[in-house]
């Protein structure tokens, strides 16, 4: 496994071409944005440069679509969602997350789950014919609701990627919601093989998980979620893939750029261990 840096990782006011410099001297083999701040940031020479040498990639990032939209709204941003996900797999990324709500219930509007999946399985089709995989974030925090369908588990979105039944539609697998959706290593070694796969790596301070935000996230290794067992069990089930760092944090957002993205990768090493991670420069 390897590193990616979340660009939220940084000061929210730091350059798209910033975060890809600070991210590459750090250490760090991947960045993770958007496709409209991979845009901003090949403006800028070096950044473009580093980008395009493969020096580093910009593995994953988001498209300009949200499942809850209205009809209309979303029908039109799956067809901005397309123009953007050709133009990010040009330069390299693999993949591009929706987020699941965690109940039908909370979706606004109130859409049914047959259009949620429908949804879905229109977005996995535009990633398809730009060689892309679409994975489904699950939001763990806040208690379950009971007799409800739930898409707050690891469970609930392994469940979503059945339904929607599309080769390129995986999950990902945040440290923190499964921390706090009361994930079980368990659950982890029930992942198919060769799902597509991504994965944010953070950390969560001592206390009742439910009681937890996601304003409350902290480096790898600074919190109580034992992210040994759950790297061991990612790796029991063959994924080799990247990790990336992900977490909004006042401390971090009041550093330099560089600072913070150095603290990241170290954090990242101590909890991958260095031999799983190419050289620093």
Known sequence: MELSLNRVVLNPRTSAARVVRSAHRAGFKYVEMSATRLKQAIEDGEARNLLRSGGILPIHGGWSLRLHWDRKRFTDGLATAETEMAFAAQWGSRSGALVLPQQLSCAPGGISEEELLDRIGRTADAAQRNGLALVLEYVG???AQPKTMSYRTLAGAL???????RPNVGV????YHWYTSN?????????PRNIPLFVHLNDAPAGDPRRLDDTMRELPG????????????LSATGYQGPVSIELKHPRLHSMPSGSA???AFR??????????LHTPR
């Open 183 to 191: 994930g079980t290593t368990e659950d982890i070694a029930l992942l």
């Open 261 to 263: 993205a150095e603290e």
């Open 141 to 143: 925090v806040g208690e």
């Open 172 to 175: 990902l697998l945040d440290s």
């Open 267 to 276: 954090a990242g090493v101590q909890v991958l261990g260095a031999e799983h």
């Open 222 to 233: 600074s919190g109580v979620i034992d992210l040994r067992g759950f790297l061991g069990a």
């Open 159 to 165: 469940q979503a990627v059945r339904l929607v039944g």
